[in-house]
């Protein structure tokens, strides 16, 4: 099993920035493709943004490209988000994910979870 932990989130008002950090434990850090999902309520699990093992290759869904970052410290088996120009529309549960080798763009792809951290971005 591989345990993520998540933490950063936070109230936070719009144009702010937040930085979530995920901590990974359990299995070899560099076997897996990391990424972050975030589910508001009543609404589906979404993909945020992805990186592969080396940090090579990053993909992001378009409503935070050019406004939020994934990286990951290999050496400290953890991954990162930074998130800038904070809108109300992030609100959310952030969820980091794992999965052994391939690339991760659906929640079903996902091997394993984090509990979440909470975004609360007032207007």
Known sequence: QMQLVESGGGLVQAGSSLRLSCAT???TFTYYTMAWFRQSPGKDREFVAAINWNGGSTTY?????????ISRDNPMNTLYLQMN?????DTAVYHCAARYHYNIQHQQEVDYWGQGTQVTVSA
């Open 61 to 69: 869904s378009d409503s935070v490209k050019g406004r939020f970052t």
């Open 85 to 89: 120009s904070l809108k109300p529309e």
């Open 25 to 27: 434990s359990g299995r």
